[in-house]
């Protein structure tokens, strides 16, 4: 299985800014959309931004203009550059394949928690 290691959460003051960051286990990263997923508590895990082999993006639209999703492939990494930070953005933030949501039994990360607060 792929192994998915995220990392870089914090507690952060509103406005403020993290990049996290997820590596990947496999060859076949370069081939994947990739994504990133947030589950708040209490409430069922989110997509929040993907980007596909050629980089095209897309966002959530409570994220647009506030965060970036990069990859580069030659690192097996994945990136998202959160900034202007809300409370609302609390969450623990996964990275997966894209459409991770609609496979049963996905192999996921232990995710990395983003706290947003005064």
């Known amino acids: 299985q792929v192994q998915l290691v995220e990392s870089g959460g914090d507690l952060v003051q509103p406005g403020g800014s993290l990049r996290l960051s997820c590596a990947a286990s496999t060859s076949l990263f370069p081939f994947y959309t990739m994504a990133w997923y947030r589950q708040a508590p209490e409430k069922k895990r989110e997509l929040v931004a993907s980007i596909t082999r050629g980089g095209s993006t897309n966002y959530t639209d409570s994220v647009k203009g506030r965060f970036t999703i990069s990859r580069v492939n030659a690192e097996n990494t994945v990136y998202l550059q959160m900034n202007s930070l809300k409370p609302e953005d609390t969450a623990v933030y996964y990275c997966?394949?894209?459409?991770?949501?609609?496979?049963?039994?996905?192999?996921w990360g232990q995710g990395t928690q983003v706290t947003v607060s005064s």
């Open positions: 997966n394949i894209g459409g991770a949501l609609t496979i049963p039994d996905m192999n």
